[in-house]
């Protein structure tokens, strides 16, 4: 599994990730130099062992220590969150109609809100192309029904759901209000400042149940498996959080629901799917 990160993109994307982070901050030229040295030299030190999720949350740390700025990406989460409520109005989702077809339709949502991330290298991030593609979700690997079965079969009484970027988070409230609706109790982990990622005052903005979350002090989650509470499913959003887990699935022995959109080659070819279809995958190790 670790093989599928040795390929260039995956350390390209992280570089690229670090220079975003670098290219929003109101810094002097010669600080934004200095920082691009930092991240480059950590790349370099790290090559022989690169891991895309351990990197990832690695270098933006330094660059939040070293600049002194959390979140440079409230632009990119205003613009987020502007176009998911606009989706969410135009296609009027009931979310406590609790027929299969709508969680079916939920599911697809969640998976298609992963599309909401500017900082995947190669990936447009083309908001009016988004819009188009709302009106009709296709999932190219799908294990919906698969899911819902083992939910129906009351396995899943416990989710803890990873969110990821800020504007697919108003998707993931939907799928949530649906589960609850059924019966589930639904937990949701969220993470200190990272990339366009929810965070707790995020949660709150957008009208997350602060009664129900947990603040990731350690992530990714998968390689701190210590800190998880005692849950029957982890919903996963996004690519870091399917990095991590791939790289840990072989110690990991809860079923996990993967949700995320295959925005680059890498998970692409992992998956044998063309670039930029959706995924729904679960995994359900052997006790």
């Known amino acids: 599994m670790r093989s599928m990160f040795k390929n260039s993109n995956c350390i390209l994307c992280n570089i690229m990730s670090g220079f975003e ?6 810094k002097s030229r010669a600080f934004k130099l200095y ?28 660059l939040k220590r070293e600049s002194g700025i959390e979140d440079p990406f409230i632009k990119d ?3 987020q969150i502007a176009f998911s409520s606009k989706i969410i109005s135009c296609l009027k989702t009931d979310p406590y109609n609790t027929s299969t077809q ?6 697809a949502l969640a998976a298609y809100g992963n599309g909401l991330d500017p900082l995947v290298l190669g990936y447009d991030l083309n908001y009016e192309a988004l819009e188009v593609e709302a009106k009709n979700l296709k999932i190219m690997l799908n ?8 939910l129906e079969s009351n396995r899943y009484k416990r ?25 589930v109790d639904v937990f949701f982990a969220v993470k200190p400042p990272h990339e366009t990622d929810v965070t707790i005052n995020d949660f709150t903005r957008i009208g997350g149940d602060l009664s129900h979350v ?14 998880l509470p005692d849950v029957d499913l982890i919903i996963s959003k996004g690519l870091l959080n399917f990095e991590d887990y791939i790289l840990n699935m072989n110690s990991f022995k809860k079923d996990v629901l993967v949700i995320l959109k295959a925005k680059c080659n890498v998970i692409a070819d992992y998956f044998k799917i063309p670039v930029g279809s959706y995924i729904v995958k679960l995994y359900q190790p052997i006790s």
């Open 102 to 107: 709508n969680l079916k339709h939920l599911l």
């Open 21 to 26: 982070f670098i290219r929003r901050i109101n």
């Open 35 to 62: 920082l691009s040295r930092i991240v480059l030299r950590y790349v370099v030190e790290n090559i022989d062992d690169f891991n895309p999720p351990r990197a990832n949350v690695e270098i933006h740390e330094m």
């Open 77 to 79: 989460k205003n613009d």
């Open 143 to 150: 294990d919906a029904d698969k899911f819902i079965n083992a």
């Open 214 to 227: 947990l603040e990731l002090k350690k992530y990714p989650l998968f390689t701190s498996h210590s800190i």
């Open 159 to 183: 989710i803890l759901y990873l969110l990821d970027n800020v504007g697919e988070a108003l998707f993931d409230l939907l799928l949530y209000k649906n589960l609850k609706a059924r019966g």
